[in-house]
């Protein structure tokens, strides 16, 4: 949720005039060795202070982007359009044997909660980058205004306060519901599940992407659905052109997709795509459950639309959670169910009851208060920082024929290694240094992407972040 960072002329204005020079090195008007204008010549030319053409360029040394040389000046370091290509996109492999996914996720998760071990295979904020305090704050004050200080069972379809900002929010990604539309979960995977379960018996096929999270894979296999897997253009997202061929050949029940920065891939479906993909399913009458986790996670200067902004007749069920903005442990999440809101709210009834009392109160504060607003545009400025310096060292240290995609949102590096390298013999012996990524087979139900892996930039980049490229680069030449 939250809105689009709009600049007054006192506001954050160093951040206006280190957004128009990033574009241009991105744009590759600036390339790597550029040099730029002093700090006085960027304040003449652009007509502001000394003090603000120096933020300017602080924020871009502290993104990577540029360099400052001893009595030289700034320099353009490093432009994501120099990068090696992006990974490929790849069509489903029917005669090798299906992997063992759930037991290799079982794996990647059972090391990954040792305290000593590197997360970077974790799609989630560092501690750094929660804001704690403030949420202690909300919490407190939730508890005050509550009577029963949150002890009483929640309403049934969620906090009123709660649902209301989510629909305040829905028209920053382009759409107008009501609280009356919102039902609230325990995180975005029981909303996933209550919307597969209201659209699905077992046995059933449903249509994901392919590579996709991981845990939608223990999701189906809970229901007994079958998955149908569909190729993701790293930049375009689900190839919707494939899909329309596999609607007329298989029986689909419903779709679930992730349209913005995807997980592990990053990609982004353009809105004209988006409503394309609407209506496809609309005419078909297939439920399209959006998984939108990753939405209000974006690096440019808007929130891209969801696939529910194109939904007038109630076939899309958007689903979410505050677990990648605000807070993993508050497991807080909803879905808009359109037309199945009451098969949901059913559910939910057999399965929970009711959300809980006193997270749901704090988050809505949280909201309410403005906190929220102020928190994700630090968040997205830190993460898109922290996506740059992870894709600098990578390139830095790794054998230069790897494919690494250029997300523009979210949390994850998909990176497409040499052929000759085993994603789960590199997991495993990158385990051994303590250091944690995700193997490209977690991601798939066949061996497409033996050799891609995905890495999560959650966490700041520092010393020890830096030492681990540098450590999986020498093991990915070793298996090489």
Not at 146 to 170: D, M
Not at 232 to 261: E, H, M, S, T, W
Not at 281 to 289: A, G, M, V
């Amino acid at each position: 949720m939250g809105t689009t960072t709009v600049f007054t002329d006192n506001e954050f204005l160093y951040a206006r005039i280190s957004g128009r020079i990033e574009k241009q090195i991105r744009e590759g008007l600036l390339k790597t060795g550029d040099k730029l204008p002093s700090v006085r010549a960027l304040s003449q030319g652009q007509n502001i202070s000394i003090s603000t053409a120096f933020k300017a360029y602080v924020e871009l040394e502290n993104m990577g982007m540029i360099e400052a040389r001893p009595k030289s000046g700034y320099y353009v370091r490093f432009s994501p359009s120099q990068l090696t290509r992006a990974p490929e996109s790849k069509p489903p492999i029917k005669s090798l044997e299906q992997t063992n996914v759930s037991e290799l996720i079982s794996m990647v998760h059972t090391n990954m909660t040792k305290e000593s071990v590197l997360r970077l295979s974790q799609s989630a904020p560092h501690l750094s980058l929660i804001p704690v305090s403030k949420l202690s704050r909300s919490m407190m004050e939730a508890l005050r205004k509550n009577p029963s200080a949150g002890t009483n069972y929640e309403y049934g379809q969620g906090n009123i306060s709660l649902r209301k900002q989510i629909a305040k929010n829905a028209f920053n990604w382009g759409s107008h519901v009501t609280e009356n539309d919102v039902v609230t979960t325990h995180g975005c995977m029981e909303a996933l599940l209550f919307c597969l379960r209201a659209v699905t018996q077992p046995g059933d096929t449903v249509a994901i992407e392919s590579p996709t999270y991981f845990g939608i894979f223990n999701v189906m296999l809970s229901l007994g659905l079958h998955v149908l897997e569909i190729p993701v253009d790293p930049r375009n997202g689900v190839d919707i052109d494939y899909l329309a061929q596999a609607i007329d050949k298989v029986a689909i029940k419903a779709c679930l997709f992730i349209p913005n920065f995807s997980n592990p891939v990053g990609s982004c479906i353009p809105d004209h795509r988006k409503q394309q993909l609407v209506t496809l399913l609309s005419n078909k009458q297939i439920p399209l459950i959006e998984d939108d986790i990753y939405g209000e996670i974006y690096f440019g200067k808007s929130r891209p639309r969801t696939c529910k902004s194109f939904d007038t007749e109630g076939w899309v069920m958007l689903c979410s959670s505050v677990s990648k903005s605000i807070a993993p442990g508050y497991r807080v999440g909803w879905c808009i169910p359109g037309r199945f809101k009451d098969q949901v709210i059913n559910i939910k009834m057999m399965h929970t009851v009711t959300s809980t009392t006193p997270t749901q109160a704090a988050i809505a504060l949280f909201f309410e208060t403005g906190r929220y607003d102020l928190h994700m545009r630090k968040l997205r400025k830190a993460l898109h920082t922290q996506c740059l310096r992870y894709t600098q060292a990578i390139t830095t240290y790794f054998p230069a024929d790897i494919k690494i995609s250029q997300p523009q949102g979210g949390y994850t590096l998909w990176i497409e290694l040499n052929k000759k390298i085993n994603a789960l013999e590199l997991y495993q012996a990158a385990i051994t240094q303590n250091i944690s990524i995700a193997p490209g087979q977690i991601f798939t139900t066949d061996a497409r992407f033996t050799n891609f892996i995905r890495i999560s930039f959650g966490i700041p980049f520092d010393d020890e972040v830096g030492r681990s490229f540098e450590i999986l680069g020498e093991l990915i030449r070793k298996l090489g």
